[in-house]
């Protein structure tokens, strides 16, 4: 009842993109993220393809098997169980994408904790993770070292697709570069990326399109080089629909 409400939202991310989507928070951010990771499936298949395949009234697991990748916003609670060592965090994360490699036997399967935690220390070391021990709870990480092992954890997969929600919020200027050059080099790898954030400098850092969302609405797709921050700051105000003349009178 207090969500906002997405209307007339319409995108299209290619392998090799990053594409970033702007916006004041509170103005469906968070719904568009849920919708396009599965956390809230829509009836229409056809609302949300992945890699040419309809996955709108798929779940998060499906969507995963798909090539598709996460990062929600908020990290305790959320992305990560802060109670539950990293090496169980991952487990959570991938036990059915990476179900034959992680798991062995019966149906369930027996967790091959050997296998997890060179997994999880190979995760922590390409994105310098800085821990107080060999597996720690995901709690005891300081905020910019469990985001990056949560960013990390997805790159690891090398998913075809990757959403991130407000990648650097909260983290210092370190871990910020860290994961900024990472979904670079994720989509120079031949992946589509989406990035859904409010920091116009890393906006700018990443992406090569950009688009606004204001009041649940989606602007155009633009060339992130054809942007500014003030032609940004009009698409927030909702300007985008308008003539070229009515948003120069507005400027």
């Known amino acids: 009842p207090f969500a906002v ?3 007339n939202v319409c995108l299209k991310v290619r392998g090799g993109e990053v594409l970033a989507i702007a916006g004041v928070a509170g103005n469906g951010q968070g719904e568009l993220f849920d919708a396009l990771s599965g956390e809230y499936p829509v009836p229409d298949a056809t609302a949300v ?10 779940g998060i697991t499906a969507r995963r098997l798909m090539g598709a990748g996460f990062v929600p916003e908020e990290r305790h609670g959320h992305a990560a169980v802060p109670a539950l060592p990293l090496s169980d965090n991952l487990v959570l994360a991938r036990n059915q994408s990476d179900r034959k490699t992680f ?6 399967g027996v967790i091959r904790h050997a296998v997890v935690r060179i997994a999880s220390k190979r995760i922590s070391e390409t994105m310098d993770v800085r821990k107080s021990g060999e597996d720690p709870a995901a709690g005891s990480l300081s905020g910019g070292n469990l ?6 954890r997805e790159l690891d997969r090398q998913p ?3 959403i991130v929600n407000q990648p650097t919020w909260g983290v210092d200027a370190g871990a910020a570069s860290r994961i900024r050059q990472a979904l670079v080099d994720l989509a120079k790898a031949g992946s589509a990326v989406l990035v ?3 920091d116009l400098d890393e906006i700018f850092e990443v992406a090569t399109e950009i688009a606004v969302i204001s009041e649940g609405r989606l602007s155009d797709v633009y060339p ?25 009178h507005a400027h």
Request: net charge positive; proline share 0%; aromatic share 4%.
């Open 196 to 198: 859904v954030s409010q």
């Open 160 to 162: 075809a697709v990757l």
């Open 49 to 58: 393809s992945i890699r040419g395949k309809a996955a709108g009234n798929l």
């Open 224 to 248: 992130a080089h054809e942007l500014t921050r003030e032609k940004i700051g009009l698409l927030m105000g909702g300007m985008y629909g308008k003539t070229e003349g009515e948003v120069a």
């Open 103 to 108: 798991l062995a036997g019966g149906v369930l």
């Open 5 to 7: 409400a997405l209307k």
């Open 147 to 152: 985001q990056k092992y949560i960013v990390g």
